[in-house]
């Protein structure tokens, strides 16, 4: 991981939060690369979830909301962890990661467990504590409040989804390993309206999907797994929970977890709100409808990409670090290299370079070695380098250099932007 955090910040993908005040602990900034890789994550998960289903619509709703969906979701009551200190040491733990009764850091002896609600609070208008509100700390519940307007304003046939992605808060008692666990993050979630008899379908395949998501984008099947939460340890509204889980530097974690949430949210809004949150068939039957929820966070995602594209490998007899990623994730699609500085080499380079930049995000770069340059765009796994030199123009082609096995093709310029479109989509 220091290796990852390092490189992170050596080329601008992920930066230590407020570092020139000497930072906020676990808050990370995105950088100029870190913002293209992640957008393209979201825009992965966009287009796959909802771009190409006819049955899945988006949404983008806000951040703070009544407190009372808050209030009606549980998180008011049940969104609590079990806080333990040491009174020696003073380290603060989750209770669930403590075993027997001692602390772990000292072996000091550890206060007694309490509830801590992990939503961040804060006041709406000038009066301090009279109109409370709170940081979202799931999207989720943004859908199940809209559920009638969707269905109000659209065509939506059951079974369809509502799909979000959008900052999640909370204020985690030990977040940590770099983005894996933060105070703020962004989620993609999907709630997945279904007949009740159809649900437990429903959540088989979501769950494939899910885990197949992550592999369709690079991530390495080996390192990659579905583990099914024990009957017992299930949230007081899931009848089914099966995380989709990565093996980080820091051992097997949670990239996402998909849910049967049953009916329990739709009907506790009705409760709460006094609407009715039915869904009417074709026959006129009003139906109360399970759903099945993909919900994972983004930036874990990112890191376990970043995580699973690293490499380090060599270039000749030099050593190289690379990222191998999908072609899809990768910040910078192409690099447009002149190999010398001068006429008409340059300026066929930038010519070139103009005609590739609003399509994808391309960089032109003519500074340094050859060796240099590609070593710069492998680090921030650019799969493509385009080199131009005087033999090129002779022929009206440039070279396209490959990222992952470094071979070289010889490509008509006039052909170019369909060559590259054909392997970046
Ligand atoms: P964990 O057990 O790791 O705390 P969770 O089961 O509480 O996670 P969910 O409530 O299911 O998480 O949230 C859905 C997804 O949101 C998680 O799978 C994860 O990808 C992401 N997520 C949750 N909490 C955080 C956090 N503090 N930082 C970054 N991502 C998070």
């Known amino acids: 991981m220091r290796e990852i955090v390092a490189l992170c910040k050596r080329r601008g993908l992920i930066f230590p939060g407020s570092e020139i005040y000497g930072g906020m602990a676990n808050t990370w900034d995105y950088g100029p690369y870190g913002v293209l890789l992640k957008n393209n994550v979201k825009r992965a998960w966009w ?233 009417t068939d074709d026959e006129g039957n009003k139906v109360e409808p399970y759903v099945i929820e993909p919900s994972g966070g983004v930036d874990r995602a990112t890191l376990a990409f970043l995580v699973d594209s690293y490499a380090v490998d060599k270039a000749g007899d030099e050593e190289r670090v690379v990222l191998r990623l999908h072609p899809r994730l990768a910040p910078i699609k192409v690099a447009i290299l002149p190999l010398v500085k001068k006429d008409p080499v340059a300026p066929k380079a930038k010519e070139i370079y103009e005609s590739l930049k609003g399509k994808w995000f391309v960089e032109y770069d003519e500074s340094g070695t050859i060796g240099k340059r590609y070593r710069r765009q492998d680090e921030i796994g650019t799969p493509f380098c385009v080199t131009v030199d005087f033999e090129n123009l002779e022929t009206d082609s440039v070279t396209v250099r490959l990222r992952d096995d470094m071979k070289q093709e010889v490509v008509a310029i006039s052909e170019l932007a369909n060559w590259l479109s054909s392997r970046l989509g």
């Open 47 to 279: 287009e796959d979830m909802v771009m190409k289903r006819a049955d899945v619509v988006g949404l983008d709703s806000s951040i703070l909301m009544n407190p009372k969906v808050w209030e009606a979701s549980g998180h008011l009551k049940e969104f609590t962890d079990p806080m333990v200190d040491c009174k020696a040491c003073k380290k603060r733990f989750k209770g669930d990661d403590i075993t027997g009764d001692k602390c772990p850091a000292c072996g000091g002896e550890l206060t007694e467990a309490k509830q801590f609600n992990l939503m961040f609070k804060t006041n709406v208008g000038p009066v301090d504590g009279e109109n409370i509100a709170y940081l979202r700390p799931e999207t989720a519940q943004g859908i199940f409040v809209n559920f009638k307007n969707v269905l109000d304003s659209t065509r939506v046939k059951m079974p369809f989804g509502i799909a979000q992605i959008g900052k999640a808060f909370r204020n985690e008692i030990t977040p940590g390993n770099f983005t894996f666990r933060t105070l703020e993050f962004e989620q993609f979630e999907m709630e997945y309206f279904v007949y009740p008899d159809k649900a437990d379908e429903a959540f088989s395949e979501w769950t494939q999907a899910r885990l197949g998501w992550y592999i369709g984008l690079g991530i390495n099947p080996s390192k990659i797994k579905l583990q099914p939460h024990p009957e017992s340890d299930l949230a007081h509204y899931a009848k089914a929970v099966t995380d989709v889980e990565y093996e980080f530097p820091f051992g097997w974690s949670e990239l996402e977890g998909v849910a049967n949430r049953t009916d329990y949210d739709l009907k506790q809004h009705e409760k709460f709100s006094g609407e009715t949150l039915r869904y």
